[in-house]
Structure formats: C-alpha cells, structure tokens
C-alpha cells in the first residue's frame, strides 16, 4: 500500500468524532493524519502536497461493515462466487482473506461511494461460516497490500439460510432447533480444546491443533467477535441467549426485527449492523423489513451501522441508505456514525479508521457538498494518504493498481 502526504485545505470538515470545522484543514503525512483543525490555525509541512477544497465537505472514509466484495463477483456467475463452503455445517477455519478478488468492480464501486474500508464476510449459508477480513478498499497489487486486520469476526448464521441449505440435503440442521445444537456442540468442542491445549502446554506435551477448534477459542478469548447473521427478533434473542452461554463477544447482523427487543439490546450493549435496506421481502423473515426500524432501534440506545450486504445492494449506495434512514427520522449524526465510528468501534478498526483525527489512518474522501444530499458526488478520494479516486470532467479516474 503506497502511503503518501496531502493537505486538504479550506473545506468543511466533518471529523465525526468530533465537531464540524467551518473552514478547516486535515494534514496526512506518510499515510497518517497528523493534523485536524481551523485552516487559519495550521501550518502545512514543506513538501506536502495541498488541495484547496473550498465549498466542499470532507469526512473520514465509509466502513462497510458487513460485505461480500471480493468473494462474491460481480458479473462472474459461480466462477466468481466464493461466499459459502456449504459442505459442513461448521467451517470456522475458512478465511475470506484467501477468497478475495481485488479485480472485482465492487471496489471502484467502493470509490465512487466513498467507501474505504470494508469487512468482507463469508455468507450466510452456514451455522457457523468462516473468519472475516477488514481492508481497504484500494492501493494494493495483492490483498494482503490492503489488510487492516487479518482476522476481525467470525461469521454464523441463525434462521432460514442454514435451515434451508441443510434441510435440502437432508441433513442436520434442518430445523432452528438443529441450528442452534451446531453453534451450542461447537463451541463445548472449543472449550474441551482450548483446556486440553493449555494443560498440554502447562506439562510440555506436544499437542495436534485443529483449525476449526482454535478460531473459536479465539472468539471464547475475546479475539475475535461473532458476527451473528440474524433478522428475527426470536433469532436474535436466540443469538443473545448462545452469548450468555459462552461469554463472547456478539454483534447483530441485518437486525429486520431488532426494533422489537431494541431495549434488551441496549442494555447488553450489543450492537447492530443493519440492513440491507434496499430490498424487497423476499422471504418470511423479511415480512416486517422497513427502513425506518433503524430510527427505532437507535433511539432506544443501540450503537448501529449500515450494511449494503454487497453485492445484495451495491456497495455505492451505503451512503444513499444512511439518506434514506435520515428521511426515516434517524438522526443526521447517528447517520454519520452509522457509516464511520460505530463500524470502527464494534468491529475493532478504530485504532486505524472511521475519523478524521491525529493518529489514525490518512483516508478521506472530499464530497461536492453534503453526503447524505443524494445530488452530493465524491469528488476525491485519498487511502493512506495516497489518492485513489477523483471525479473530474464528467467521468470517474481511478488510480490503476499495476500501472
């Protein structure tokens, strides 16, 4: 990932974490912000490159928290189609980061939304699906040129998904009863392995490492957080229940119904992912889907984020969804959050990403005016201090990776 120094100048700077900036400034310096604040305050270092962004917005780059770029190709058909190792029902030793694409047109699609960071997921065919990887969304000839965090999560599914994919091979789990038995036998597997383990070290024996085993001890030890693909409020309670059990980490992803427990969720602090919101109801436990539960579910004191689910709506219009939530009555700040600190915090990125302030990692994106105004463009974008993206005679330019 090349990282690079530039000053953005004279802009409205919107850091969210922190208050608006009439006429401000962001220094990045090799790849880092090192500077927020009034343009009439700050000096920029010799040698760093200035752009006037008079008349613009300038926040920190989207998150998308919970994607599929890369493992699920646009226009590729099964060639490009790499979500879901449906083969067993547990497959925690998968890893997206060995499935990902970088040639994918969800990337530039990333750009033109200003979305530089994305958590790519396995789907949601399994009880329990695989690790997931954040990245950025450009700069690098490889993926691992674009890693945030190797390891963030590992994703598993409670509801129709592994209940339909099961049951039509006739196998267990074929039922949420079954469902529930994978995830609860597994991680039992976990904690006999993680104690045999320890005791093996404790005496200096040699012990045989099991790939499915340790990721899940690493999500008993607090490593790594279980993303928990859920839509009904029964799933969800569900979803609460196995985390009392095992003592982990849980984030709520999609969340269709967690407007009906919000105040349960609130006072656990467990926060949701929600989305996708432009979807049709597709399957029953869509039948209550509505943009609006986000406002309902923020206002009872739930940390959210928004989610396209890409390729399921294009990961461009993360932003058009936050928009939409506004006209929802979510409130307009919340909205930015969902889309920037929130993601960063739950999902362990906000040492690197989701504000724009000293010491985290210099990727901006300069809008034509306010991002959630559907008219708004993004006009350039900037990862690691490096530009990316502009926007510039009618026409999208992208920094080509092998140029």
């Known amino acids: ?21 009439e006429k401000g400034t962001v220094i990045v310096e090799d790849g880092t912000i090192t500077a927020v604040g009034p343009t009439a305050e700050l000096t920029v270092p010799n040698g760093v490159r200035v752009v006037d962004a008079s008349g613009k917005w300038v926040l920190p780059g989207f998150v998308e928290a919970h994607g599929h770029v890369g493992i699920h190709e646009e226009a590729n058909g099964p060639a490009g189609d790499d979500t879901n190792e449906m ?8 890893r997206a980061i060995d499935a990902v694409n ?43 040129e674009q890693v945030i965090k190797a390891a963030v999560s590992v994703k ?3 509801g129709e998904n592994p209940k339909r994919v099961y049951g039509g091979k006739n196998q267990t789990p ?16 976990a904690q006999n392995y993680a104690a045999s383990r320890a005791e093996a070290e404790r005496d200096g024996k040699p012990f045989a490492r099991d790939l499915t085993k340790e990721t899940l001890a690493r999500v008993l030890d607090g490593e790594l957080v279980w993303d928990q693909h859920t839509h009904r409020h029964d799933d969800i309670a569900t979803a609460i229940r196995l985390a009392d059990e095992f003592g982990y980490k849980l984030v709520v992803n999609h ?32 039948r209550d889907r509505a943009i609006g539960n986000l406002a309902h579910i923020a206002a009872a004191g ?10 399921v709506v294009p990961i461009n219009f993360l932003v058009h969804q936050a928009s939409f939530a506004v006209k929802e009555e979510l409130p307009r700040q919340t909205a930015l959050e969902a889309l920037t600190v929130n ?14 302030k000293p010491g985290l990692d210099g990727d901006i994106v300069v809008w034509s005016g306010d991002p959630l105004d559907v008219n708004s463009r993004a006009e350039l974008v900037v990862i690691d201090g490096a530009e990316v993206y502009r926007w510039e005679d009618g026409a999208p330019h992208v920094t080509e990776r092998f140029a």
Do not use: C
């Not at 990932?1 to 900036?21: L, Q």
């Open 174 to 189: 074929s039922t949420r009863l079954g469902v529930a038995m994978i995830i609860r036998e597994a991680f039992v597997e």
């Open 1 to 21: 990932m090349t990282r690079a120094s530039i000053a953005i100048v004279n802009a409205y700077v919107v850091p969210v974490a922190g208050d608006p900036i």
């Open 156 to 158: 598993s599914a409670l």
């Open 302 to 311: 739930v940390r959210v984020a928004i989610t396209t689910d890409h390729p």
């Open 343 to 356: 993601p960063a915090s739950f999902l362990g990125l906000d040492d690197r990403v989701g504000a724009l």
């Open 87 to 94: 083969t067993t029902p547990n497959t925690a030793a998968v």
């Open 255 to 286: 969340g269709t119904e967690a407007h009906k427990i919000a105040d349960v969720l609130a006072e656990r602090d467990i926060p949701v992912i929600f989305g996708p919101m432009f979807t049709s109801r597709s399957k029953v436990e869509l």
């Open 102 to 144: 970088i040639d994918d047109e969800g990337f530039r699609d990333a750009l033109a939304g200003g979305v530089t960071a994305i958590v790519v997921k396995p789907g949601s065919g399994n009880p329990i699906g695989g690790q997931t990887v954040a990245i950025k969304s450009w700069g690098g000839r490889t993926i691992d």
